[in-house]
Structure formats: C-alpha cells, structure tokens
T-cell receptor
Framework: AQSVTQLGSHVSVSEGALVLLRCNYS??????LFWYVQYPNQGLQLLLK??????LVKGINGFEAEFKKSETSFHLTKPSAHMSDAAEYFC?????????????FGAGTRLAVHP | DAGVTQSPTHLIKTRGQHVTLRCSPI?????VSWYQQVLGQGPQFIFQ???????GRGNFPDRFSARQFPNYSSELNVNALLLGDSALYLC??????????????FGPGTRLTVT
C-alpha cells in the first residue's frame, strides 16, 4: 500500500529564510511524487513532480524537491521565502498501474512567512 | 485555455438531502477524479472515471456515486447527506494518454456545508 507522511503540520519561517517542508512516502512500486500548494479557499496547484529520471526536480515559484529512494523522502525546499509563499502544501504519491490515477495525499503542512 | 471548472462554488444542504456536484475537465482530458477534503486534512480519493467508465473507487459508502458524460464532464452525487459530508469537493482532470498523462489538474472545488 502507498502512504505519505508530512512531518510538521505547521512551519513558520522569516521572509528570506530557507523553506524546508518534509515528506516521506511508502510505496511498493516505483512512485510518482507530487507537491501541490493550496491557497485559502482555492483548489490545488501543482508545484512540481517526480516521475523518472533526474532526482532533483525544479518547480514553479522557485521551489525544488529531491527524490531520495534510500530515505523514501521527497522534501520540498526554497532558498528564500517570500510572503506570497504562505499557504498549505501537500505531498502526494501515485498513480497506480493500469490507468488507475489515484493520488494519496499527506495531511498537509501550513507554511507561515513572517516579516 | 480554460482550466477545470466546478459548480456550484458553495452549497448548503440539510441532513438527509441529496446533492449533485458538477465538473468540466480541461479540454482534451478524458479522465476525471473526485476528492473530498475535510477541513484541516489532505484530499481523499473518491472516484476516478476514464472514457466514461469507473476506473477506481476510494473507501466511501454507496451514498456516493458519480458518472462521466460523453463530453467527459462529470457529476458527483451524494445521497442521504450527513453532517460529516461537509467538505471541499475537488475535481481533477488528467489526460492519461498524452503529454504528462498522470498530472492531475484541480478545479477550485465546491464547498458543501451540511446542517
């Protein structure tokens, strides 16, 4: 079975500081991994994804994540936080084979950015 | 290009009633998935439809049903509403057969409140 654990339901950083949001996954098959961002009262926006190939993936808004198979991790980072980064971030794993395109999400991490 | 659209935006229903939520996928996308996001949690998979056939179902009771139409739009129906059905219902579309087949693009959601 596949599952996702996001460590830290709330993370607070200063503007300009490093952002690190942690995600660990469990999967019996090679995973596809995703990070989504959700702003208040909105849907989910895809930040970045890992499917195959390069383990360091870059996404939108300066975010990047590194797939580490040995650690079953896919942590999200950004070198310098901006006030506009304040949102909820979700890590997800999927899909299943045979066109079964289900995503399993973590519980989310709420990022606060203070001046 | 229009993204995923959902209607209505907000809905208030009484316990025991039924509700129909609607979703139009991105043009060219043939797969639609539905997720339930309870406040403070990550989205939970409800259904996936591809080419008008159910491809997957999450751990939800039979009160939840869905269908996909020839134009690939979709409806989610919930009967005998319970207070616990109050949530943000998200629709996501994906192509499954071209481009980035497993990327899911989410709509803004329908906020359902059951009183």
């Amino acid at each position: 079975a596949q599952s996702v654990t996001q460590l830290g339901s709330h993370v607070s950083v200063s503007e300009g500081a490093l952002v690190l949001l942690r995600c660990n996954y469990s999967s019996s098959v090679p995973p596809y991994l995703f990070w989504y961002v959700q702003y208040p009262n909105q849907g989910l926006q895809l930040l970045l994804k890992y499917t195959t190939g390069a383990t360091l993936v870059k996404g939108i808004n300066g975010f990047e994540a590194e797939f580490k198979k040995s650690e079953t991790s896919f942590h999200l980072t950004k070198p310098s936080a901006h006030m506009s980064d304040a949102a909820e971030y979700f890590c997800a794993v999927g899909p299943f084979s045979g066109g079964y395109n289900k995503l399993i999400f973590g519980a989310g991490t709420r990022l606060a950015v203070h001046p | 290009d229009a993204g995923v659209t959902q209607s209505p935006t907000h809905l208030i229903k009484t316990r025991g009633q039924h509700v129909t939520l609607r979703c139009s996928p991105i043009s060219g996308h043939k797969s639609v998935s539905w997720y339930q996001q309870v406040l403070g949690q990550g989205p939970q998979f409800i259904f996936q439809y591809y080419e008008k056939e159910e491809r997957g179902r999450g751990n939800f009771p039979d009160r939840f049903s869905a269908r996909q139409f020839p134009n690939y739009s979709s409806e989610l129906n919930v009967n005998a509403l319970l207070l616990g059905d109050s949530a943000l219902y998200l629709c996501a579309s994906s192509s499954l057969d071209s481009g980035s087949p497993y990327e899911q693009y989410f709509g803004p959601g329908t906020r359902l409140t059951v009183t």
